[in-house]
Structures are given as structure tokens and as C-alpha cells.
């Protein structure tokens, strides 16, 4: 089964709340993964609007 991500910041999220955003609309219709461990310093990231490390989707819909 697909993991869900936040619809908001694109977060994979296991509980019912998204720690990053605080966002509780979630998909399971994403599209690649990302793995973000030094926010600060990747530009993909910034790009992305990703302050916090972790796992994101590249796609939602
Ligand atoms: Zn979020």
C-alpha cells in the first residue's frame, strides 16, 4: 500500500496530523520520493519550500 503525504507541504506522514505543517489533508496519489536530510543546504529543497528534513513527494495531485 502507498504511503500518504501531506497535501500541503508533501510530507509522508504515518499519523493523522503533519508534524511539518500541521496540515491534516492527505494523498495517497504521489508521484516519486525524496529524501531531504540537510534542508538547509539543498537547493531542490528550497526550491520545494521544504524547512524540515525528511521524506516528500515530488508530485501530488
Ligand atoms: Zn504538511
Known sequence: MKKKVCK???LFVEGEVCP???GNA???NWNGR???LK???SMI???MN????GEYAIKIR
Not at 521544504?50 to 528534513?53: L, W
Open 8 to 10: 500541503k507541504c508533501k
Open 20 to 22: 511539518n505543517c500541521k
Open 26 to 28: 492527505f494523498t495517497n
Open 34 to 36: 525524496i529524501h531531504f
Open 39 to 41: 534542508v538547509k543546504e
Open 45 to 47: 529543497a528550497r526550491k
Open 50 to 53: 521544504v524547512e524540515h528534513n
